[in-house]
């Protein structure tokens, strides 16, 4: 199939970029000895995971139980979710997930912990679980080292759950307050006895500055898959290294210096990158800023650029957030140049938590 004969908006993914993304990151943790866990939540398709797997991932991270559900039906069975499980409902489906695969979970609370251990307990199970702690992000998370220990120690005594180490998403930009965070935490481990046999760090943007410092022992990148306009400016990736783009068509010209495209906030996802950067890169119009989306329509300011589109013609659009996009739509088209090679339904997307 060539390209031309796919209907618009359609998400496409460069096969070469793609596989040159995965190869090189696989190679930088292999050099580095650190573990290789892959997110999910960028592409949310069984076949990517399983070919993250085949180069060399130890295994795969999920947000949700309804992704880490459909990874396990599709033979995936190393899987950490990393977001607190609340509720009864969730807590039978995680005991139900156990007996498929090798699962682990993250933990801040005494909450969270309580339920897991009622649960596995009865059970007859034993779930490893890792301490969240918040290394300066502002989400979810422990606050101090001692905090963490404090947790880990009351986690190692309750039943139906293991204290396993811990994880933390750290704030982009600042690799040093993470590993200090950790490093400390780790120590406090020592002192009193505790194993944390796994330190779980996470983020495409600064996973070139990842290191086994501060004890990390694996990490957790997503979007390194596709990268997008986020990484771009994070500066994780370049253009060249963005294997997703959105294929629009310029629907309308109402005047010299403006075209509508049919691809909006349902296909390009909303995400601003600051004023004057536009919601999407145009491939064959750099110039362009695409200055505004509503629901299906994409508005273009053309005033920079030399050339400018006919209508009926089709761009690639690099996209801001590339995680978005693919929640946005039901399939991705892998092409190679102009040929389209392959087609992924978006199985994990639209699930609960």
């Avoid at 069984?46 to 559900?69: D, F, H, N, S, Y």
């Avoid at 993470?178 to 009193?192: D, I, N, V």
Wanted: proline share 4%; with cysteine.
């Amino acid at each position: 199939m060539h390209i031309n004969d796919l209907d618009t908006p359609a998400v496409l993914i460069d096969l070469d970029i793609m596989e040159r993304n995965l190869r090189r990151w696989q190679a930088h943790c292999d050099a580095l000895g650190l573990a290789n866990r892959p997110h999910i939540k960028t592409h949310k398709i069984p076949e990517l995971a399983r070919l993250q797997v085949g180069l060399g991932a130890k295994g795969i991270t999920c947000q949700k139980l309804g992704e880490a559900e459909v990874m396990a039906d599709a033979g995936l069975d190393d899987i950490l979710i990393t977001f607190n499980l609340i509720g009864a409902a969730k807590l039978a489906r995680a005991v139900a997930l156990a007996r498929r695969v090798r699962l682990s979970v993250v933990c801040d609370n005494d909450v969270v912990a309580e339920g897991l251990s009622a649960a596995f307990a009865a059970a007859g199970l034993r779930l490893d679980v890792l301490v969240e702690v918040d290394t300066g992000a502002g989400r979810n998370g422990v606050q101090t080292p001692a905090e963490a220990v404090a947790l880990a120690e009351r986690l190692s005594n309750r039943s139906g759950i293991r204290f396993a180490g811990f994880m933390t998403y750290p704030p982009k930009g600042d690799v040093e307050r993470p590993r200090a965070f950790l490093a400390e935490a780790l120590a406090l481990c020592r002192a009193k006895g505790l194993e944390a046999a796994v330190v779980s760090s996470g983020g495409t943007p600064d996973l070139w500055q990842a290191s086994r410092e501060g004890g990390v022992t694996e990490h957790r990148a997503g979007t390194y898959i596709f990268n997008d306009r986020m990484q771009m400016q994070a500066g994780s990736a370049s253009l060249d290294d963005c294997a997703m783009t959105v294929l629009a068509t310029v629907v309308s010209r109402p005047t010299h210096d403006r075209a509508i495209l049919d691809c909006g906030s349902k296909s390009l996802a909303a995400d601003p990158l600051g004023p004057g950067l536009g919601h999407g890169h145009i491939l064959t119009y750099p110039e362009a800023v695409i200055l505004r989306l509503n629901e299906e329509h994409g508005t273009v300011d053309l005033s920079r650029c030399i050339g400018r589109p006919e209508i009926g013609e089709r761009v690639r659009v690099v996209p801001n957030h590339a995680c978005v996009v693919t929640n946005l739509h039901d399939r991705l088209w892998g092409v190679r140049g102009e040929r389209v090679e392959a087609q992924w339904p978006v199985a994990a997307r639209g699930l609960t938590g």
